[in-house]
């Protein structure tokens, strides 16, 4: 096996450091700031990275924490009961060069990260908490890639588990990137479409022009669903190999964002500045963080305003609840042959399915 992907686990509690020698590789090591907390304390974890490979390595830094906690990076439980991630899901651009975190030889990187802010931790109860990355996203690969990654048997870097005792405490609310408006910025339209945090007249004409589109690309994908065979191409270049409860899971999912995207009470927050294309928080439909690359997206096609809204609508829990497992095309096709089970909750499989673009049958 190849050092540079064989794995090992580490983690740390407040007093007692653990080591789990599965393999050389990348390891997670996490460290509690105390073993208790009470309600009003906020509960800080210290979560380090290191290269124990004998040859440098790249990892996508939005899997790291390098930049705050955007995407669900740890599995926490209270006595025994995985509790929900409750932070922004974003939709990106497909990873560019200046997205990794480049580690020699030997080299550790560290972040500390608050986790009362980013998960359920209501419960007075017993908590664990463990890094939980796959190597799809923390390498990215390209198409083939996964394949390589599989025969070598690597399935991501998962920390053992720090252990902490919580007194339950209210959610506080995701830590807020975008800085989201306080309802300002353009109303309601007469078909109940609400803009917050200043949306221009420019704006808004972008939003409603993309939410047309995409409205028109979720009855597509349901059509498909409704007609096509099982040997469709567009479903298995999207979510790979057919089964019947896989496809059943799909057609459920695009039956609610068609639902949500002409039922519900869409709401538009243009406040946000990130180099992203939007952001949602799971537990608060219907509500949509509208970042820059989303104005110079096309209103239709690959990437586009109509599929970025579809993208965020997928994500709440009340219609798709899907994640952000892989970004980009590429990534979405490799994962469909590599994993089919984790590409029909990827929100960009979905999103790709929905624009179908190149057009296939």
């Given at each position: 096996m190849s050092k540079l992907f064989k794995l090992s686990t580490l983690a740390i509690a407040t007093t007692l450091l653990s080591q789990s020698a599965l393999a050389e590789g990348i390891a997670a090591k996490l460290q509690m700031s105390q073993d208790s907390f009470s309600s009003d304390q906020d509960v800080m974890v210290t979560l380090t990275l290191t290269n124990e490979a004998n040859v440098p390595?790249?990892?996508?830094?939005?899997?790291?924490?390098?930049?705050?906690?955007?995407?669900?990076?740890?599995?926490?439980?209270?006595?025994?009961?995985?509790?929900?991630?409750?932070?922004?899901?974003?939709?990106?651009?497909?990873?560019?060069?200046?997205?990794?975190?480049?580690?020699?030889?030997?080299?550790?990187?560290?972040?500390?990260?608050?986790?009362?802010?980013?998960?359920?931790?209501?419960?007075?109860?017993?908590?664990?908490?463990?890094?939980?990355?796959?190597?799809?996203?923390?390498?990215?690969?390209?198409p083939g890639q996964a394949k390589k990654l599989a025969r070598l048997g690597v399935e991501g870097i998962h920390s053992a588990p720090a252990s902490f005792?919580?007194?339950?405490?209210?959610?506080?609310?995701?830590?807020?990137?975008?800085?989201?408006?306080?309802?300002?910025?353009?109303?309601?339209?007469?078909?109940?479409?609400?803009?917050?945090?200043?949306?221009?007249?420019?704006?808004?004409?972008?939003?409603?022009?993309?939410?047309?589109a995409a409205k028109t690309m979720s009855a597509d994908a349901n059509q498909h669903l409704a007609t096509a065979s099982s040997n469709s191409q567009r479903y298995s270049t999207w979510f790979g190999a057919y089964s019947s409860s896989r496809w059943n899971t799909v057609s459920n999912n695009f039956s609610k964002i068609d639902s949500a995207l002409n039922n519900e009470p869409l709401t538009f927050d243009c406040s946000c500045k990130k180099q992203y294309y939007a952001y949602v928080y799971p537990t608060q439909p219907y509500k949509i963080y509208m970042c820059n690359a989303f104005w110079t997206a096309p209103t239709s096609g690959t990437d586009s305003k109509g599929g970025t809204i579809i993208h965020e609508t997928s994500h709440f829990n009340v219609v798709a609840g899907t994640d952000d497992i892989v970004y980009g095309q590429s990534g979405a096709k490799s994962l469909a042959i590599s994993d089919p089970s984790q590409a029909i909750q990827n929100a960009d499989s979905h999103e790709y399915f929905a624009e179908n673009t190149p057009n296939l049958n």
């Open positions: 390595v790249k990892l996508l830094k939005w899997f790291t924490a390098a930049d705050g906690v955007e995407e669900s990076l740890f599995k926490v439980t209270a006595d025994g009961q995985e509790r929900p991630y409750l932070g922004a899901h974003y939709k990106r651009p497909a990873p560019s060069h200046k997205d990794y975190i480049k580690l020699k030889s030997g080299e550790s990187i560290s972040y500390q990260v608050e986790l009362s802010s980013l998960y359920d931790m209501s419960s007075t109860a017993n908590y664990e908490i463990s890094y939980d990355v796959s190597s799809m996203q923390l390498f990215a690969p390209n005792y919580l007194e339950g405490r209210e959610f506080k609310g995701g830590a807020n990137k975008g800085k989201p408006g306080t309802g300002d910025g353009g109303g309601t339209t007469p078909d109940g479409i609400s803009f917050t945090g200043r949306c221009s007249n420019s704006q808004q004409s972008d939003i409603l022009a993309g939410l047309a």
